[in-house]
């Protein structure tokens, strides 16, 4: 990417809350409508969706509903392997939301939404109405994909894709595997969460191999034929890793041709299509994803198992009052990632904000931003800025973003700084 666009990327990335909330001057007020928005989901989109809300119009009463007392970042969760951080580092909660936005929390899960009459049912056998809901649901796996493989069988062949007790399971395996032993880690196709977190994975993983198991080797058993930020993590794999050569720790084959067909789990052996077997001590099988259950069961999703949304509102295709952010709705060419949640939240805010003071929807921009490590001093990004084409399509602006300058040394140091800066600050921004 060209200096001047990252620069200014960058500009727009420190901005991004603001620029939203200084553009839309005319929409911020304090109604005096006494509108209730609930939102569902307190990750990196429900969080900040909630806040910003708030920020906006505080005559909104603003509901989040999240069952977990504290929340564990998958941002970062990668690092874990290579021994940078903790689950407790990774682990942010409510308070500040509820204390310094006057957020109303909700310790539950929605078990149901009732659209017709605009109200949400939680486990604990309250109904809760609303004017505006927000859906943030993340993620679920789908679990029919791999014969051999299930929810049940996780527990064992962790997927460690959404942060916590998994991550620990996946970290134990590898502190516990021989030297010599194979890690296999499986990527499914697109779209899942985080498009280059597998690959940030294996060279953390790699990292700590390198140091404390040399002779061991990591597999990626790829769905894709490419991938992100292909070129820049080869160029690192090969510096750190030894790829390329017969001694290379981390191997990546792609099998869109050959896809997995089933898993032996007495021998933890995966077979291909062609019928090759890949055995390895520790699996990491990384199902392919679809929104989150409730988003389902309500209906929001359409045969591709995410939420068809507007994107300028994030409206679901499906009912006028429900938007849908995040993981579990379709903003593709946009990643899934925290920072596009982020983004997308605070245009939804914007908009649900314009639409109960009867104003019209704020054009927006949506961007990402996305650091990988590859060691602990090695640092890659890919950035995104996103608008709305003639054809009122999410495009990506042509000349904004992009990726690291591969070779740089001195920019590759910094941007592992980078990389922990821009964590903090988001979960900052989300949860702070
Ligand atoms: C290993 C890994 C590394 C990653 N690294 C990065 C990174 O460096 N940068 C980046 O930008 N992104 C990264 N991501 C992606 C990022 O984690 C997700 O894109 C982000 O968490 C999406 O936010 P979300 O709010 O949509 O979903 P989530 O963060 O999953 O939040 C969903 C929330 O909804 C709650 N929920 C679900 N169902 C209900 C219900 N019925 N009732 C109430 N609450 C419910 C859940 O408890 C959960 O807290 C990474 C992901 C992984 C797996």
């Known amino acids: 990417m060209a200096d001047w666009s990252r620069r200014r990327f960058l500009q727009l990335a420190g901005l991004s809350g603001a620029a939203s909330l200084n553009g839309c001057a005319g929409i911020v007020s304090k109604s005096n409508s006494k509108a209730h928005v609930v939102v569902v989901g307190g990750g990196f989109g429900g969080a900040i969706a909630a806040k910003t809300l708030r920020q906006l119009d505080a005559g909104i009463k603003v509901t989040l509903i999240e069952p977990k007392a504290s929340y564990i970042t998958c941002p970062g969760s990668n690092w874990l392997f290579a021994g940078l951080t903790n689950i407790k580092n990774l682990s942010v909660d409510y308070r ?211 939420c068809p949304v507007e994107p300028q509102s994030g409206r679901s295709k499906f009912h006028e009052t429900i938007h849908v952010i995040g993981d579990a709705a379709h903003y593709a060419p946009i990643p899934k990632s925290a920072f596009a949640a982020n983004s997308e939240a605070k245009a939804c805010a914007l908009a649900v904000v314009a639409l109960l003071n009867g104003r019209p929807l704020p054009e927006v921009h949506w961007l990402n931003t996305c650091y990988s490590l590859i060691t602990p001093r090695h640092g890659i990004s890919v950035a995104g800025v996103y608008k709305l084409d003639a054809e009122r399509n999410i495009g990506m602006v042509k000349g ?33």
């Open 96 to 306: 500040a939301l509820s204390a310094d936005y006057g957020i109303n929390l909700v310790s539950d899960s929605v078990t149901r939404v009732d659209a017709e009459r605009r109200r949400v049912m939680v486990a604990g056998g309250e109904a809760i109405a609303y004017d505006r809901l927000v859906m943030a649901p993340g993620i679920d796996f789908r679990w029919d994909t791999l014969p051999g493989y299930g929810e049940a069988s996780a527990q064992i062949f962790p997927h460690a894709w959404q942060a916590g007790p998994q991550t620990l399971l996946l970290q134990q395996q590898i502190q516990a595997m021989n030297d010599g032993g194979v890690v296999v880690i499986s990527v499914p196709a697109e779209p899942y969460r985080c498009p280059p977190g597998p690959y940030e994975r294996a060279s953390m993983i790699a990292w700590w191999l390198k140091q404390h198991k040399p002779k061991s080797k990591i597999i990626i058993l790829d769905a894709k034929r490419s991938f992100s930020k292909q070129k820049l993590f080869e160029a690192g794999w090969a510096k750190h890793f030894g790829c390329g050569t017969a001694n290379s720790l981390i191997e990546w084959q792609s099998i869109a041709d050959n896809p997995l067909v089933g898993l032996d789990a007495q021998t933890g052996t995966l077979t291909t299509d062609f019928g090759d077997k890949i055995r390895g001590q520790v699996l990491n099988i990384i199902p392919p994803q679809q929104a989150g259950r409730i988003a389902r069961e309500s209906g929001l999703t359409d045969a591709s198992g995410w």
């Open 400 to 432: 904004a973003g992009g990726v690291s300058r591969l070779g740089d040394e001195q920019a590759a140091i910094l941007e592992a700084g980078y990389a922990g800066g821009a964590y903090l600050s988001l979960v900052r921004d989300s949860f702070g």
